[in-house]
């Protein structure tokens, strides 16, 4: 088992930044965030692995910046110029194997 905990959500005008953390018990292979508006599915919004490979979506590249601290099991997302669109709940996963683990969410709202 892998227990996740987030922090950093909040509220922001549009343009500005947020940066979120998640502390996860042990380390893992990759760990990532995912967010979730409402009336849509989860997506994937960015991940890194332990290598320090990273992968973002396309709609967040150039203003998301996600990295690890592999001392720490922790992962952040520097968030930017962001934008109404990306309000959303925010999840962090972590992958071991073929299993998904995830936290409790923290939502990040954009006002325009």
């Known amino acids: 088992q892998v227990q996740l905990v987030e922090s950093g959500g909040g509220l922001v005008q549009a343009g500005g930044s947020l940066r979120l953390s998640c502390v996860a018990s042990r380390s893992t292979y990759a760990m990532g965030w995912y967010r979730q508006a409402p009336g849509k599915q989860r997506e994937l919004v960015a991940i890194?692995?332990?290598?320090?490979?990273?992968n973002y979506a396309d709609s967040v590249k150039g203003r998301f910046t996600i990295s690890r601290d592999n001392a720490k099991n922790t992962v952040y997302l520097q968030m930017n110029s962001l934008k109404p669109e990306d309000t959303a709940v925010y999840y962090c996963?972590?992958?071991?194997?073929?299993?998904?683990?995830w936290g409790q969410g923290t939502q990040v709202n954009v006002s325009s």
């Open positions: 890194v692995y332990r290598t320090g490979t990273t």
């Open positions: 996963n972590s992958k071991q194997g073929l299993v998904d683990y």
